[in-house]
C-alpha cells in the first residue's frame, strides 16, 4: 500500500489539473453513515430506500406537503450541524492549497469539504444547507428563509426571491435531474482534468456514475519512440484514475482505474499530502 501511496502522490505532482470525486465513504469517519456499505442506510432498511424514490415525485405532486413533511420529520442523516469534517475531507483542501487540487466534485451533501476549506465544490447532489429555486436555479443558504413561520402562516412552499419559483430543498432527490448549471460545470472539469481522485463512492448512482466513464474514454496524441528509431503518434489515455476505497468497486472491475488504494480515504489522504510534501521537498 505505501508504494501505492507513493505513486498517487507522484501522479499528482506531475499532474496539470487533477480533480477529486467523492462519495459517502469520504464522510462516514465524520460518523455520517453511507448507503451501501455494510452500516449504510439502505443495508439497514430497505423501506427507507423505497421511501426516498418516492420523494421527488411528492414534491411534484404537492410541494405544500413536501415541506410540511420535511419540517415534521427527522432528516436522514441526523443533524448534519453537529459533524465535522474528518482527516480526509483536510487532506484534500491542503491538495487544493498546494495548487494541485483543482475542483472537488462531491455527491454528499453535508458541507464537509466546504467546511475544511476547500474553495472549489460542486455539490453534485445539491447541499443539505441550501434552498434552491426550481425554475431559475438560483441558490439560498436555509437561514435566508424563515421556513418554520412560512409553515405556521400556512405560507408553503416557500417562493424564489429573484424570479417567484418555487423553492425546494437543494438535496437532488433520486429520479430528480441534475440543476443543469452543476451537471455542466462538472462535465467541464472532466474534460480538463488529467488526473481524477475517485474517494469513497460505489460509483453506482448515475449519472455522477458516468463522469469517471467519461474521463477514461478521453484520449490524447503522444509521441512514441519506435524501436526502429522512427517517431510515431499513438493515442493514449488522457487521464489517470486512483480510487481510493475500503472495498473493491465496479470501477476497478471494468478497467476504469488505473489502480486502487484500499483503505479509510481519513487515513490515505493525509498519508498522500504528507508523500507529496516530502518528495517536494
Ligand atoms: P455509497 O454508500 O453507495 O458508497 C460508499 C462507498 O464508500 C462504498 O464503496 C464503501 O466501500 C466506501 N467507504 C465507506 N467508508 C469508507 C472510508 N472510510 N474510506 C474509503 N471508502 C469508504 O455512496 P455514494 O457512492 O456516495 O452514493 C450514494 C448517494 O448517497 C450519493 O448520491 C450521496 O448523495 C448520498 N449520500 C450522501 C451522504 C453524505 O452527504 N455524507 C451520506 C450517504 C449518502
Ligand atoms: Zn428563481
Known sequence: MEELVERAARDLINSNYAIALTGAGMSTESGIPDFRGPSGIWTKDPEAERRAYQT???????????WEEKLSGPSLFGDLTKVEPNPGHHALAELEEM???????????????QRAGT???????????????????????????????????????????????????????FREPIPSDIAHQSLEEVWRCDLMLICGTSAVVYPFAELPRVARQRKIEAER?????????????????IELNAEPTPLMAEGISDYLIQGKTGEILPGMVEEVKRLRR
Not at 57 to 66: D, G, Q, S
Not at 105 to 110: E, S, Y
Not at 144 to 165: A, F, I, N, V
Open 119 to 173: 474553495e472549489n465544490v460542486l455539490d453534485y447532489h445539491g447541499n443539505a444547507f441550501k434552498l434552491r429555486c426550481v425554475d431559475c436555479n438560483a441558490r439560498f443558504d436555509l437561514e435566508e428563509y424563515d421556513l418554520q413561520g412560512l409553515r405556521e402562516e400556512g405560507r408553503l412552499p416557500p417562493h424564489c426571491r429573484k424570479c417567484g419559483g418555487v423553492i425546494k430543498g437543494d438535496v437532488v432527490h
Open 225 to 241: 519512440k519506435t524501436e526502429a528509431g522512427i517517431y510515431a503518434v499513438e493515442r493514449v489515455p488522457a487521464v489517470t484514475i
Open 99 to 113: 495548487g494541485i487540487l483543482k475542483c472537488v466534485i462531491t455527491q454528499n451533501i453535508d458541507n464537509l469539504h
Open 56 to 66: 421527488y415525485h411528492r414534491f411534484l405532486a404537492n410541494p405544500k406537503e413536501y
